[in-house]
């Protein structure tokens, strides 16, 4: 790798917390990237290497400050900020700057939903309706020329991932959609919480928010969009459950075939989809997705099943959710943003066991 | 405890397993038994201490094989064969010997659908016929009567506990219910399996048997029964998770509500079902059942949910898959079967963290 | 347990820690005591459901202030507060009521010790006059007639109890013993750490407090004091480690035998500082003591080894940190200080798995 | 990556064991290599899907039996077989393939030391002769030249990074150290054994194999030759520990310090031995190393702290033991045996959390 030039110049705001620091591990083996700022406000001042060990003796530059940040040192920064924060510091950015976010901010489409869901009205309207919703398998154009991808969260990668194939052939009802969600613990973020300390997670399993997590809407904005409805016409019924593992996620989709509509009609729908995708692979016949089959890469995993109940099926996709499900998908989309090779960086085989 | 006088004997078959383990843990402190018989053919001439490190001391008696049991030592025998066994062994047996069955092999009824599930003719159809499903919250009477009690299997307690109260009242429609069930990697037994290493199951998530879990046609059978229909009028969808713990089994059941009827109907019926059991607790609004507040003993936590999806909720129990799940039902039914008090020797409480 | 009549009334202060939870577990099946106090400053006005879900459902009174504890309500109170307020708190305490401290504030008898160590002058010096140190199978008698018991640490009391029976015996040398100490998580409390989060902790092995532990001077001070030398004369090497498991503590403790001394002599040491005990079980030979024997007990596990060096051995102990380790202690100390049976509510069976 | 000429072929024996998975993984992207062989005995004829789902869709050949191998496709073969099956099949290579040998068939120079432990004859006393100890770091130049190179055990890699430096330069007492190691549950490999079940080795934590494991002779020799002194000369104690983890391994070492030598002296050791190696990172003062700081990657982190005990100090390293403890140390021998660049295909940084 050393021979390849760096090109480009990235900067992680918020590089702090878990987001930040996979986009680190990845973005520092990144062939074409130097990254040459760290933001992290309440640590700034010190080295990587006191906020995160594993990430010490790679030659990283020390957080410092987001208003103390050099804006002309970087050609594109992923944005690991807090929701809200981010909206009001990417406006700030230079237009020059690309911005790769990986918060929540610019996920939702209409003003309305995302302040009904995340209590206060949007506070970057023009930027908001640039902004590329960044699942790169269906959004690959868009992403190559945006300014601003919106990536998606951990748990709608997973579960577009498994049903914009199926909706968007309509092979499946939109309105009959249980996603039954599972996640390791990393997906609860670094902050301080009572629930997710070891002794609180482990060895336990929590049901949470349920019908009430923000990643329902972004799904059902995608799902009605891919089904050619308007955005509040959907509902699907998203329940996600804290698992005691640290990466990780997993879910299991029970829909109603439409009319006819066989398993095979499904696995179908998802060799079209998906057999010259890179990162998204169809499993042969019975073998069931696991979390432990991309832990570390920007792999998704998926497979189709038989229900008991006539007319029905069950689709499971797993995927790390700090890879695919956040910090890897973001430099996916970078590759694209900036004409690299949409792998690169991102070769990297799962760590099993 | 020392001084309550020891009025029955009781022996395991099959003691060297997860549930006979369990058995050992909850018997060997019950006021009114004692342990007199331990078999175990692989492990025939070893001690507990041997077997079961952590139940040395408590002066056990050595496994012994099957073949060389005295069934006039015992009154009752705990029986955690493998499935196939159990009936051939419990036909032996003389009748003066009650059985409390952990196996699957008296759960399913119909001969037919236990051929197509287990792949052989039962053998033991007299048995069979006389045979009680140790639900014991919904069948106490006929427990209190049996010679032979079959304790559901560790899903369908959780399943069931969380669905009959629900369908008997008619509140959502029995064709259409989801059951994702999740369960501790102990419900896969001490049996040295591939998938069951510490290294293989830890730090990742693994869905099995989609559609083709045995526990499904005993789900069925019971529903099919709440709800006055056949037994082969009921599909339910059950797709079960092996997640990274020892113990734990939650239910996360995804249901349509019948005309009309709230999740406020739910918890009415709840709280009619279960305001008088010692062992299953509805939880105040909001709060989610999690495995954690169970382990170990020999309590169900449930409660009810609203979907986003208009008419549909969620409800979701959980235990401990070894407890109620399993040896502690199993225990409560032979305290019904004594005329003991319901609750004895069961009433530890959880042990959290 | 119903029929015995409850003799005392019992307090927990700071019951919303791990060791208040513990002794909450343990004391509310307790046959003699009414657990009518539970002080929490930071969750007062909240029910038990609230704060330790687990421990909802028994009808336990609300969490209060200690400024708002009606101390004639009570015989005996368990101390799990922070070091330091709670030699302040205990001062004020009428002398009516007894004290089991499971703090770190009166198990230091030099008051300089202490104040090297937990950097303050103590702030009670005639109560610490007075306590005793809780080790129980060591200070039986006087446990029995205190009014103030000091539990040991959880470290010190497995390292003590492997260690005492040694050097009051003479058979190794105290001046070069090396204590490799590993504890679950839960050691380090409820509080909310970054390094005991689940995704920091899990998956993972921390050495930490490198020969800076608190607990190496109280191991020191009780090893002395075993060996009949001034308490300065004594240093230990005390290195532990955090392991990603909620419960369990181990010690290897690496000794050097004095002259001519065998493993034989150290197990002779053991089975007769044991042979009696209802928690402390030697193991036998080649059996390795491992924390999975003792979860959820009052239990302490040990053995002896061969080491490769002549003269030198390995002698390794495992307890529940929670319980033998701390709150399971308190409780054997409450029962000799009250006339109990020293095993009284103290009985279950380790959980395993 | 995808530009550089693939120049050497490579084949894994005993791919089916977690060495050879970690081989695969690493091998699969190392960007002069071409996977082209791929044997394992009782897989013979299976998919690399089937044996290991997450390496799935790389295009590796399908698992073969040794015996049908084509000896003249590969370049080098990497030796994952069990202990004893190894000699006899290396013997049988030709002369123009070279071995990195995983097993340890061929660490231990002394016939009847080997015999000793290992309970046979070496059946390859030629080969062995030649063979290199491959511990990289102190052997450069004679892995460079070897065609046979031995790698280290796990415990042995990481605990002779700690001791050797320090044993060279004569700063520790190489007769009084103690060594108190532990692994995470892959080092006991992929085989069904009870006490690696999840529900055994979860939660809990094990000694095992005190002052009797293998590894203890692989050490002692290297020590003593580092000491100047013979084989038999060097005692050391060590005693491994199971740690509830998949990954990792952390040897915690405690020495006696050579007259006045300081913790200072130890660092400055380290720091002359270590500071060009890319592979071994001193840490900053009081930094502890964690298991968590590796995972994944070829790393080994160390650093060294005051004892309480005056004239003692301890050391401790970390590794993860598939990785720099296993085959991310096979790869670095062959790199140098190859003329790569000793880095190749092992740049990627650690995992966490």
């Not at 590089?15 to 930040?20: E, I, K, L, P, Q």
């Amino acid at each position: 790798m050393t021979s390849t030039q760096k090109t480009i110049k990235a900067g992680i705001l918020g590089a702090s917390g878990y987001t930040g620091a996979e986009a680190m591990r990845l973005l520092l083996r990144h062939p074409g990237v130097d990254l040459t700022l760290l933001t992290a406000d309440r640590k700034a001042g010190q080295s990587v290497e006191e906020v995160y060990p594993h990430l010490g003796g790679y030659g990283l530059p020390d957080m410092i400050s987001v208003a103390d940040a050099d804006w002309s040192s970087v050609d594109v920064v992923f944005c690991g900020l807090p929701h809200g924060t981010t909206q009001e510091i990417i406006a700030t950015l230079p237009g020059s700057v690309k911005v790769v976010d990986l918060s929540a901010d610019f996920r939702l489409r209409d003003p309305e939903t995302y302040a009904e869901w995340y209590g206060h009205e949007h506070r970057a309207l023009e930027l908001q309706k640039k902004a590329v919703y960044g699942l790169t398998e269906f959004n690959r154009d868009d992403v190559k020329a945006a300014r601003l991808v919106a990536c998606p969260g951990c748990y709608p990668t997973a579960a577009l991932l498994a049903m914009l194939p199926l909706v968007s052939a309509g092979l499946v009802d939109p309105e009959d959609i249980v996603i039954d969600a599972k996640s390791g613990i990393t997906g609860a973020g670094r902050g301080l919480k009572q629930n997710t300390l070891f002794s609180e997670a482990g060895e336990g399993l929590s049901p949470y928010s349920v019908a009430k997590h923000r990643h329902a809407p972004e799904i059902e904005q995608e799902i009605a969009k891919s089904a050619g409805v308007a955005a509040g016409d959907i509902r699907v019924n998203f329940v996600p459950h804290l698992i005691p593992m640290s990466r990780g996620e997993l879910v299991t989709c029970h829909v109603r075939l439409t009319g006819g509509k066989t398993v095979a009609d499904l696995k179908g729908a998802y060799h079209n989809a998906f057999e010259n995708e890179p990162f998204v692979r169809l499993l042969s016949d019975g073998a069931m997705p696991q979390t432990q089959m991309v832990r570390g890469s920007n792999l998704c995993v998926i497979n189709a099943f038989e229900d008991r109940i006539p007319g029905r099926a069950t689709v499971i996709a797993a995927i790390d959710n700090l890879v695919k499900g956040s910090s890897g998908q973001a430099v996916q989309n970078m590759n694209l943003m900036f004409g690299f090779e949409e792998t690169l960086g991102l070769e990297q085989a799962p760590l099993f066991p």
